[in-house]
């Protein structure tokens, strides 16, 4: 792995720690630490930290757990004068960055910002199980998440009727310089759902966490 790679990951894990440590400090200001806190339709709490570390994040004063162990896993970034190995750091950042983009869309749901327009946002347990069973029966060979716009609209197009073909699930979301492909295939009139196998989860990259909850 590059090294410019790896210091642009611990960065922004770093970044996105510190907007988790945020929210929750300003959601406890105003709620309290006994305010409730989930997402919908779920027995699994916050399930990033329940399948990583065994936690049932249930109130804001539980949401701690997660975030001072995605704090303990930043490392440094790499020194430009000593070499030592930094994949190891890195995917520890990967990790953090997980725990902290969970976190920071729980609190959303607190607050009514999630989900995003024209997105679905959390992936609840009833989606899990129905679609799970086309996964396990192959109906579904598999999955894919598209992050941010395509270089075009027919790129996009070209790309989501592709996968379509293959019965892929589609998850479309997050935005590069302000487009996202969500609005790519609105604009082409692709019926986006959960029946056409296109899933638009959220408008931003912190929102990715939803399909990689899926993942787990």
């Known amino acids: 792995m590059s090294k410019i790679v790896a210091s642009a990951a611990i960065r922004g894990a770093k970044e996105i720690v510190k907007e988790a440590e945020r929210l929750v400090n300003n959601a406890i200001a105003e709620k309290g630490e006994s305010q409730k806190i989930e997402f919908p339709d779920t027995a699994f709490y916050l399930p990033m930290a329940n399948a990583l570390l065994g936690v049932e ?7 701690w757990i997660p975030l001072k162990e995605a704090r303990s896993l930043l490392p440094d970034v790499p020194s430009n004068s000593l070499w030592l190995p930094y994949l190891g750091d890195t995917l520890n950042a990967g990790i953090a960055t997980l725990l902290a983009e969970e976190i920071i869309c729980a609190i ?49 197009v070209e790309i989501i009727r592709e996968l379509q073909k293959r019965n892929i699930l589609i998850f479309v979301g997050s935005s590069t310089d302000g ?5 790519q295939l609105k604009a082409e009139n692709i019926q986006m759902g959960w029946d056409n196998y296109i899933v638009p989860y959220g408008r931003d990259t912190i929102t990715a966490i939803y399909p990689l909850n899926w993942a787990i």
Not at 57 to 63: F, W
Not at 111 to 122: A, I, K, L
Not at 179 to 183: E, F, G, P, Y
């Open 57 to 63: 994040v249930k109130t804001l004063k539980d949401i």
């Open 108 to 156: 959303r749901y607190l607050y009514n910002q999630e989900p995003q327009p024209d997105c679905e946002g959390f992936f609840s347990d009833t989606i899990l199980r129905t679609l799970g069973i086309q996964l396990v029966d192959g109906r579904m060979p598999g999955f894919a998440a598209i992050l941010g716009a395509a270089p075009d609209n027919k790129t996009a």
């Open 179 to 183: 487009k996202s492909i969500i609005d």
